[in-house]
């Protein structure tokens, strides 16, 4: 008889659709970055990325009740740090009254129940652009991790819930931890940029935090020496489960799209929740090819925040994340 299956019996309408379909949006799906700047009554748009701003503190928290009632519940805070507090050790990252952690109060403020994630990397504090402390034209590794960790300790000491380590130094999340631990924040949460890609898609972020890697002679340019190659597979998953060992509580794979074989591979082989970072050069496409006209930007959107869900992630860190969560509700 034929056929005994009809597929397309259950794609009839858009009722019997909803009901049989797999993946669903929700706001508790995002995590949303937020760049903060210096000065009051700033409210600065990112060439790079339209319809996406760096805010001061003060209009950082309209932003943030803004989110909280659209039904966004978490942020990921990333500061643009002034030039003249820029080192190569990343000073000004500890200090207890810097931007960071006045973002992290003021947040917490207007939104106590607004979980708060802090990126942890020396980029933005960096007068190179990279990610760790340079000697001898290295990225030296485990200064950078102590570093870090007592950066992640400042940042849960002014009220983050969750320190995001983005740099990719080998056991960074062990030492992380362990600071932790013997401050007493044992309630703080980790969440690991376990495999991180050395990526061109992270342009438009570079823009937004004036933190690209500087053009020197003995100082790589790139950040291939730190973040993974895109050709590697089963190193991500070596990465992530090395994080996990160390006490990570959420692991990332970034970018998102071009990654979502990783994701799923990675979904597979942990127990952790698994998070993915739509990146800067995702959003900087999308909105681009639609301001041309050349992609309806709404239904290529949720088809790609739809996908990486599908791919495995639990979390998904997008700067879409207003934008998709207006269009559903
Ligand atoms: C910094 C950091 C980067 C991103 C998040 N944290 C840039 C980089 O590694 O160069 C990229 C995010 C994006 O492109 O949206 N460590």
């Given at each position: 008889?034929?056929?005994?299956?009809?597929?397309?019996?259950?794609r009839?309408?858009?009722?019997?659709?909803a009901?049989?379909?797999?993946?669903?949006?929700?706001?508790?799906d995002?995590?949303v970055?937020?760049f903060?700047?210096?000065?009051?009554?700033?409210?600065?748009?990112?060439?790079?990325?339209?319809?996406?701003?760096?805010?001061?503190?003060?209009?950082?928290?309209?932003?943030v009740k803004?989110?909280?009632?659209?039904?966004?519940?978490?942020?990921?805070?990333?500061?643009?740090?002034?030039?003249?507090?820029?080192?190569?050790?990343?000073?000004?990252?500890?200090?207890q009254?810097?931007?960071?952690?006045?973002?992290?109060?003021?947040?917490?403020?207007?939104?106590?129940?607004?979980?708060?994630?802090?990126d942890?990397?020396?980029?933005?504090?960096?007068?190179?652009?990279?990610d760790?402390?340079?000697?001898?034209?290295?990225?030296?590794?485990?200064?950078?991790?102590?570093?870090?960790?007592e950066?992640?300790?400042?940042h849960?000491?002014?009220?983050a819930d969750?320190v995001?380590?983005?740099d990719?130094?080998?056991?960074?999340i062990?030492?992380?931890?362990?600071?932790?631990?013997?401050?007493g924040l044992?309630?703080?949460?980790?969440?690991?940029?376990?495999?991180?890609?050395?990526?061109?898609f992270?342009?438009?972020?570079?823009?937004?935090l004036?933190?690209?890697?500087?053009?020197?002679?003995?100082?790589?340019?790139?950040?291939?020496?730190?973040q993974?190659?895109?050709?590697?597979?089963?190193?991500?998953?070596?990465?992530?489960?090395?994080d996990?060992?160390?006490?990570?509580?959420?692991?990332?794979?970034?970018?998102?799209?071009?990654?979502?074989?990783?994701?799923?591979?990675?979904?597979?082989?942990?127990?952790?929740?698994?998070?993915?970072?739509?990146?800067?050069?995702?959003?900087?496409?999308?909105?681009?090819?639609?301001?041309?006209?050349?992609?309806?930007?709404?239904?290529?959107?949720?088809?790609?925040?739809?996908?990486?869900?599908?791919?495995?992630?639990?979390i998904?860190g997008s700067?879409?994340?207003?934008?998709?969560?207006?269009?559903i509700?």
């Amino acid at each position: 008889m034929f056929p005994l299956r009809r597929n397309r019996r259950l794609r009839t309408t858009s009722a019997l659709r909803a009901l049989v379909r797999e993946t669903i949006i929700t706001p508790n799906d995002f995590l949303v970055p937020l760049f903060v700047v210096e000065g009051k009554g700033v409210k600065d748009e990112i060439a790079s990325m339209p319809n996406y701003f760096r805010y001061s503190l003060d209009l950082l928290e309209h932003e943030v009740k803004s989110l909280w009632a659209l039904g966004l519940k978490s942020v990921l805070l990333f500061v643009k740090v002034p030039d003249n507090l820029k080192d190569n050790i990343g000073t000004e990252a500890l200090n207890q009254d810097g931007l960071m952690q006045r973002a992290i109060k003021t947040v917490k403020n207007v939104c106590p129940d607004m979980l708060v994630m802090t990126d942890v990397a020396l980029d933005p504090y960096s007068v190179y652009g990279h990610d760790g402390i340079i000697e001898n034209g290295e990225i030296i590794n485990d200064d950078t991790a102590a570093f870090l960790a007592e950066m992640s300790v400042s940042h849960a000491k002014a009220g983050a819930d969750f320190v995001a380590p983005s740099d990719m130094m080998d056991g960074r999340i062990l030492t992380i931890r362990e600071a932790l631990e013997n401050e007493g924040l044992i309630n703080t949460g980790i969440m690991s940029y376990s495999a991180k890609y050395a990526s061109a898609f992270y342009g438009p972020f570079r823009d937004a935090l004036d933190s690209a890697p500087v053009d020197l002679i003995d100082i790589p340019k790139d950040k291939k020496t730190y973040q993974m190659d895109f050709g590697n597979r089963f190193e991500a998953i070596r990465e992530t489960e090395m994080d996990i060992n160390e006490g990570a509580d959420i692991v990332m794979v970034k970018p998102g799209l071009c990654y979502l074989d990783i994701v799923r591979d990675i979904k597979n082989a942990v127990e952790v929740p698994v998070a993915v970072y739509q990146v800067s050069g995702e959003y900087a496409m999308l909105k681009a090819a639609a301001e041309k006209g050349w992609l309806d930007h709404d239904a290529v959107m949720m088809e790609q925040v739809t996908s990486i869900k599908r791919a495995g992630a639990d979390i998904i860190g997008s700067y879409f994340a207003k934008d998709v969560v207006k269009l559903i509700s």
